[in-house]
Nanobody, 127 residues
Framework: QVQLEESGGGLVRPGGSLRLSCAAS????????VAWFRRAPGEDREFVTA????????HYADSVKGRFTISRDNSKSTVYLQMNNLKPEDTAVYYC????????????????????WGQGTQVTVFT
């Protein structure tokens, strides 16, 4: 079974950039779609972006479109989240989740149950 571990979070000024990584262990990672979620203090979990199994489709929440880019390198069993022009409202714990499916990123965004979750990495954008 696939296990996920996020890394790359930290503190950054508004307008700055971070790149998060979601590293997977286990077999058949290339058959999994992956999504990023975030949870801000006092808020519910929020969908951020998703990428399908081969990286041919992506989907973004309106709040991050144009600023965030999701990508994957299946040879390294890793999904990335490049975050540019960060805003204070981006402050949250960011989680990656994987589902064994060949569906599109748009469908992954509404997946009810994922097969694996990472432990999260903190992103703090301070003024």
């Amino acid at each position: 079974q696939v296990q996920l571990e996020e890394s790359g979070g930290g503190l950054v000024r508004p307008g700055g950039s971070l790149r998060l990584s979601c590293a997977a262990s286990g077999r058949a990672f290339a058959s999994y779609g992956v999504a990023w979620f975030r949870r801000a203090p006092g808020e519910d979990r929020e969908f951020v972006t998703a990428i399908n199994w081969i990286g041919s489709t992506t989907h973004y929440a309106d709040s991050v479109k144009g600023r965030f880019t999701i990508s994957r390198d299946n040879s390294k069993s890793t999904v990335y989240l490049q975050m540019n022009n960060l805003k204070p409202e981006d402050t949250a714990v960011y989680y990656c989740a994987a589902v064994q499916s060949l569906t599109t990123a748009s469908n992954i965004a509404t997946t009810a149950r994922f097969d694996a979750w990472g432990q999260g990495t903190q992103v703090t954008v301070f003024t």
